[in-house]
Nanobody, 127 residues
């Protein structure tokens, strides 16, 4: 059973930064792409960023491009999301997710392509 545990959420003022981490266990972490999604109150879950199994490729939603950076450490089975220049509209519950496709060559923005999910960590950006 794969387990994903997020940490690092909190309350920050607009323009500030937060760093989210996701610790993975239960399968060969380094063979699967990872992603971050978020869900604001009353809205559908949306894609934020993804990183390939090797870490060589990344992809971002337009709304966070240039402000957020996704990375991973396969030796430590962790992925991180560095969030800078935060805006009130970034307020949401953030989830890390593990792709169901082993050694996938294309990153996905679809929730259906992610098999395992963390419990979420709340990020609140005040104006």
């Amino acid at each position: 059973q794969v387990q994903l545990v997020e940490s690092g959420g909190g309350l920050v003022q607009a323009g500030g930064s937060l760093r989210l981490s996701c610790a993975a266990s239960g399968r060969t972490f380094s063979r699967y792409a990872m992603g971050w999604f978020r869900q604001a109150s009353g809205k559908e879950r949306e894609f934020v960023a993804a990183i390939s199994w090797s870490g060589a490729s990344t992809y971002y939603a337009d709304s966070v491009k240039g402000r957020f950076t996704i990375s991973r450490d396969n030796a430590k089975n962790t992925e991180t999301l560095q969030m800078n220049s935060l805006k009130p509209e970034d307020t949401a519950n953030y989830y890390c997710a593990a792709d169901r496709r082993r050694l996938a060559t294309m990153l996905s923005v679809r929730t259906d392509d992610y098999e395992y999910w963390g419990q979420g960590t709340q990020v609140t950006v005040s104006s």
